[in-house]
């Protein structure tokens, strides 16, 4: 049995808000207003499987990356992270993670389309390519892509649902066809001889070089118009930007500035408020000091003081009377000087202690101020740091980010101009060489597509489902091979209105989904609509119109719900809401574009 795969949630985040939307087994229909963000869910889950580039909306602003979360029938669930301006994918499995290129290369799984081809049995297989030439190319997840991401665009186009209308890619879109019906692909086909280095071959290599180009330009899904367009804004709002850039970032440099003066001030502060709390403790050293000082000389002069009244006796010695002593002689000192002295250094050393007391006193006071000055400073500083942190910096940063993404997106835009620019160069030189080229020589080719008993089973799948929808008409439908499309009661399917192309071209996406599940052969296993009940919104002429009195819509619903409730998925993007009659068992979204009630839309 066949694995599938099952979409459950598409996340956008940023560093300031995120938005998410969850799927369900089942039938899912989100809907509601125009302009809410329903064709650019197709577009971001189209983004999320390896296209190339998403479209730029206002609503994308402040969003960074997209996460889509993917499971299969196994039980396996991964998420695919991804820069919402593009580049290789994020895996996350579990705590695991490993980065997935965007770029496809056969039979590897390092890369998201090798990853997910391996998921549902398709990895290393080859599609055709050409037929004239017998080439084949490597299948890739975005050959797969446009058949079960059916955008509003597509699912009303006058050509085949199989091929997307450009005949360089005709070959390979059938080979895919083919291979989901068949689970045969082209490996068995051996490539033709290289051509004579003649003009032939070089309108081959052309061919070749053209379709390349051409496959290129529809997976980026851009008009040159619009991208010539978009450029023209880019290239304004990236001189605007650049000068918002630059006025923020000086603000942000005038303020550092102010900051880092702030500091060397609040430095210069500290060091002075350093030195006179050292001055202030040696002061205090030098006032004890001096302290010890007048005590001593106190002594010394009280004690000097006695001596002049004590009475002079004979020497209890020698008996020798006081006139014949010499004691002051013998300890060469005068007590009467000494006591002057003393004195006079107690005056002194009073007179320093003052000076002392005033000098500590001036220091306390430039402390005091010093302090209070520190205190103003830091609160300046605190302010200023304050407004830098929490409004010029991130101010300053999101400008950045804001040019940064303006400039990449720029960049793409200008490679994806360059495309088209390299595109009409080529094929003008192709435009030359037929002019002057002759009919080349009959070759074997390779048959293109599939069988005519595979089409018939497979158009008589689209007819059961056109009946249980209550089609208009008998709903005899056969597969022509000349145009790749389908023919319905006699009338080619795109020679219809709009809105019965949407509706039949949603029927053969459905038959396909089912087909391949019905036969057990590989397929995505989930389908998203864009507006296939368009007849009811848009009405094209007078065939649309009469649908409108019909149960078509009712039936619709009721038939998703009877056989895709179980593993497969079907996604359904409308502006009308689903019949009241059938809204049970529907997995519903509804974008009200009304911010006061529900959900407002996708972003």
């Known amino acids: 049995m066949s694995s599938y795969l099952r979409l459950d949630k598409l996340r956008f985040s940023g560093p300031s808000k995120r938005s998410e939307i969850r799927f369900y087994s089942g039938v899912n229909v989100i809907c509601g207003a125009s302009d809410t963000g329903k064709s650019f869910l197709a577009e971001a889950v189209d983004f999320m499987l390896g296209g190339s580039e998403l479209k730029v909306i206002p609503e994308r602003e402040g969003y960074s990356s997209i996460e889509l979360g993917l499971s299969s029938t196994e039980g396996q669930s991964w998420t695919f992270e991804r820069a919402i301006s593009g580049g290789d994918f994020i895996l996350r499995q579990g705590q695991a993670s490993e980065k997935l290129r965007q770029s496809h290369a056969h039979e590897r799984v390092d890369n998201i389309s090798g990853f997910l081809l391996a998921k549902i049995d398709l990895l290393g297989k080859r599609i055709l390519k050409s037929s004239t030439k017998n080439k084949t190319n490597s299948l890739s997840f975005r050959n797969l892509a446009r058949l079960v991401i059916v955008q509003e665009g597509e699912i009303q186009q ?182 002057e002295a003393a004195t006079a250094e107690i005056s002194k050393i009073e007179r320093l202690s003052e000076e002392l007391a005033s000098t500590v006193t001036d220091l306390l006071t430039e402390q005091g101020s010093l302090s ?84 018939h089973q497979f158009s008589l799948k689209v007819e059961h489902i056109l009946k249980a929808w209550n089609f208009p008409g008998e709903c005899r439908v056969h597969y022509d091979k000349d145009t790749s499309d389908f023919v319905i009661d006699g009338k080619p399917r795109g020679s219809r209105g709009k809105g019965l192309r949407a509706i039949t071209h949603a029927a053969v996406s459905i038959a396909l989904l089912e087909y391949c599940q019905e036969h057990e052969l590989p397929h995505p296993g989930f389908l998203l609509l864009d507006s296939p009940l368009l007849a009811y919104f848009k009405p094209e002429g007078d065939e649309d119109t009469a649908l409108q009195g019909t149960d078509l819509k009712e039936r619709f619903y009721s038939y998703l719900k009877a056989h895709h409730g179980g593993e497969s998925q079907v996604i359904i993007i409308e502006n009308q809401h689903p019949p009241d009659s059938e809204l049970e068992g529907l997995n519903l979204t509804v974008f009200t574009r009304n911010p006061a009630e529900g959900r407002f839309g996708l972003l």
């Open 158 to 339: 006058k050509g085949s649902p199989f091929w997307g209308g450009q005949f360089t890619l005709k070959t390979a879109e059938l080979a895919t066809i083919k291979l989901l019906l068949t689970g045969i692909d082209d490996s068995a086909v051996v490539s033709a001889a290289p051509d004579e280095p003649d003009q032939a071959g070089q309108i081959g290599l052309l061919d070749e070089l053209i379709a390349d180009l051409v496959s290129e330009i529809i997976d980026m899904g851009e008009e040159q118009g619009e991208l010539e367009a978009q450029l023209e804004r880019l290239e304004a709002s990236a001189a605007e930007h650049r000068d918002s850039v630059a006025n923020a970032q000086r603000t942000l440099d005038a303020q550092m500035g102010e900051r880092r003066e702030l500091a060397k001030q609040q430095r210069g502060i500290d060091d002075r408020l350093d030195e006179i709390r050292e001055l202030l403790a040696r002061f205090e050293l030098l006032r004890e000091h001096y302290g010890v000082d007048r005590e001593r000389l106190r002594a010394i002069q009280e004690s000097g003081t006695l001596f002049a009244y004590v009475e002079r006796v004979a020497c209890p010695l020698c008996g020798a009377g006081p006139e014949t002593q010499h004691a002051d002689a013998d300890c060469e000192g005068n007590v009467a000087t000494i006591v």
């Open 372 to 455: 209070a000055l520190r205190a103003t400073v830091e609160h300046a500083y605190a302010n200023v740091d304050a407004e830098i942190r929490q409004t010029m910096a991130p101010e300053v940063e999101e400008a950045r980010a804001k040019f940064t993404d303006i400039i990449e997106t720029r960049s793409v835009v200008r490679g994806s101009l360059a495309l088209f620019d390299r595109l009409e160069k080529l094929e003008a030189r192709r435009a030359v060489l037929d002019d002057v080229t002759p009919e080349p020589a009959e070759k074997a080719k390779v048959a293109v597509g599939f069988s005519e008993v595979v089409a």
